[in-house]
């Protein structure tokens, strides 16, 4: 049995007192701390908030140890009966995989604090919890009071938890299933909106996947007073990091809804239906895996279907998201040079941030398209006898029920046993090619009786120019330049600031002026590292970073119907 404890002395400088306590069998003993978490596919180095790690025996006597890796720690057992590790762990930030502790709050991702002993991970595990006797305890782990159990390591780090005297909760049943749903910071709730909301995409999940992998389930929600969405699944739990307050439900209730299906969604896909390399984690390094388009991709095209398949969102409201996805898409040049399968392998080295321009694409959007390609692919080619629910459906049965990591290799051959055709060329070209996925799409969109369009785009730095700009203090800088377009050949560079117009300020104003002269050529101030410079620019005809949009076919064929009604079900 590994002992935990978890002390919060002195809430507001951040630090949680933490120790681990274990019987040694061995001279030397490994503790490690993980390097990375699940559901984010790089290195977290959680280590560089340790501070003080020492090692003490059962007489309190201070062992010797020495640290072999950034996170691993070698101890001198010296015939020790007990082994105590302590240390303090830095919990400043908050979002929805960090640890965070305030005056206010407990907030613990075990996998980025809790240190293990190397070859004892399938040892049951108790955890103290030092809190104030008023806070309450959201979580899925088995809770007595302030003391949490785990049957091993992968459990507890596998289990957020909040502890808070601030709690909001309520739950729903679902196929005899419990859904609770917590908030945490301040939201007035609309419990009256949430619950049937909540309970309509469960059902539908459920209904398509047949059964739901655990017999609890909680949303532990973090809302925030600052513009946030990011949600991290578990097995049983997910964390969702939203806000601002007063937005939550009212003009973001969507993004609380398309997480909350997401991550809900994520339970049998990547939980449970999880890539081969991660079978099981090892969080001592990279788990690299190509199936990034499964994992997130398949995730954020069902997230999103099922708030529209359960009547939860209207089809236009699902097309707003989808047009989301096209966007982002077609915005990036970068998918032209590299892979879904390559940016997949790639996360581990800079899968959240936008790294070099034009270097890499999405897991979540290029697979969230891909997801819709090979869904209408099944559709169009069982004659409406299957999908990609069918799909997902069989992955889970055959793989997580038998214990078994999935392979690109399995995913595909799914694909073909429900479409009963094969998808060489689809994965040849597009999951690991960097073909224009237009043509597939629009075939895509027109059989279940959608349209892709575009049209210009209505600012003028973006579609004659070729410039995305954000603002930033008082004027517009730059973020992306097309390829190809007036601002690269002008010689812009990314992170210009964009003072003037032919002479007149534009302090946010940038295609107010632009639309007022329109005429060649244009002549740029721009602020580049302290340094004033001028650029001349000329407009040409092209159209860059035109908007795409989805719409309905007003007449359609029965055929269409036919599979409009499947997709949409």
């Not at 604090?113 to 919890?129: A, F, K, M, P």
């Not at 309970?199 to 925030?224: C, N, R």
């Not at 690109?408 to 060489?424: C, F, L, P």
């Not at 090619?433 to 600012?459: A, H, Q, R």
Request: hydrophobic share 35%; proline share 4%.
């Amino acid at each position: 049995m590994i002992h935990y404890t978890f002390s919060t002395e002195n809430p507001s400088a951040q630090y949680i007192q933490i120790s681990m306590q274990f019987e040694p069998t061995q001279e030397i003993e490994k503790i490690q701390l993980p390097s990375w978490r699940p559901g984010r596919y790089e290195l977290g180095n959680f280590a560089k908030n340790v501070k003080g790690f020492k090692v003490f025996n059962e007489n309190n006597e201070a062992l010797n140890f020495r640290k072999i890796t950034k996170d691993c720690w070698e101890v001198e057992t010296n015939q020790a009966s007990i082994i105590r590790v302590e240390y303090a762990y830095y919990a400043t930030d908050l979002n929805a995989g960090s640890t965070f502790l305030s005056e206010d709050q407990l907030y613990v991702n075990p996998v980025n604090c809790c240190t293990y002993v190397e070859g004892r991970e399938n040892e049951g595990i108790i955890l103290d919890l030092k809190i104030p006797e008023s806070y309450a305890i959201a979580g899925s782990l088995e809770i007595e009071k302030h003391t949490l159990f785990a049957q091993n390591f992968d459990e507890l780090a596998d289990s957020p938890f909040i502890c808070s005297n601030t709690l909001q909760h309520q739950s729903y049943i679902v196929d005899e299933v419990i859904f609770n749903v917590w908030f945490q910071g301040e939201v007035k709730v609309d419990w009256e909106k949430l619950i049937p909301d909540f309970t309509a995409f469960t059902e539908k999940q459920i209904e398509k996947l047949g059964t739901f992998p655990v017999e609890e389930y909680h949303f532990l929600t973090q809302i925030v007073p600052f513009r946030a969405y990011h949600g991290v699944e578990h097995s049983r739990s997910t964390v969702l990091l939203l806000g601002p307050s007063y937005a939550v439900f009212k003009d973001a209730y969507k993004d609380l809804l398309g997480v909350s299906s997401h991550e809900l969604y994520h339970t049998w896909n990547v939980k449970a239906i999880r890539p081969i390399e991660m079978y099981p984690y090892d969080f001592t390094k990279e788990n690299y895996s190509e199936l990034g388009l499964l994992c997130e991709g398949v995730t954020t095209y069902m997230g999103d279907l099922f708030l529209y398949k359960s009547g939860v969102f209207e089809l236009n409201e699902y097309l707003l998201e989808l047009n989301a996805q096209l966007q982002k898409h077609f915005d990036n040049p970068a998918r032209f040079n590299y892979s879904v399968a390559q940016s997949s392998f790639d996360t581990w080295l800079d899968g959240y941030v936008p790294g070099a321009p034009n270097r890499k694409v999405s897991i979540y959007t290029e697979g969230c398209l891909l997801s819709f390609v090979f869904d209408v692919f099944i559709i169009k080619n069982s004659n409406g006898e299957y999908s990609l629910d069918d799909v997902m459906k069989y992955l889970y049965e055959e793989f997580y029920q038998k214990k078994r990591g999935i392979s690109e290799q399995d995913y595909q051959t799914a694909i073909e046993k429900y479409a009963m055709k094969s998808v060489d060329e689809l994965f040849k070209n597009y999951v690991h090619g960097t073909n224009d996925y237009t043509s597939i799409l629009n075939i895509s969109f027109e059989s279940v009786g959608l349209k892709m369009n575009s049209s210009p785009n209505d600012k003028i730095s973006q579609s004659k120019l070729g410039v995305k700009t954000v603002l930033q203090g008082n004027y517009m800088v730059v973020k992306a330049i097309h390829p190809g377009s007036p601002a690269e050949f002008s010689g812009l560079m990314l992170e210009d600031e964009l003072v003037a117009v032919n002479a007149m300020d534009a302090s946010g104003n940038i295609d107010v002026w632009l639309n007022y002269f329109k005429k060649d050529p244009i002549e740029l101030l721009i602020r580049r590292k302290g340094m004033f410079i001028s650029k001349k620019i000329d407009f040409d005809s092209s159209n860059y970073y035109p908007d795409y949009f989805v719409t309905e076919i007003e007449k359609l064929s029965e055929e269409q119907k036919k599979y409009k009604q499947i997709w949409a079900n």
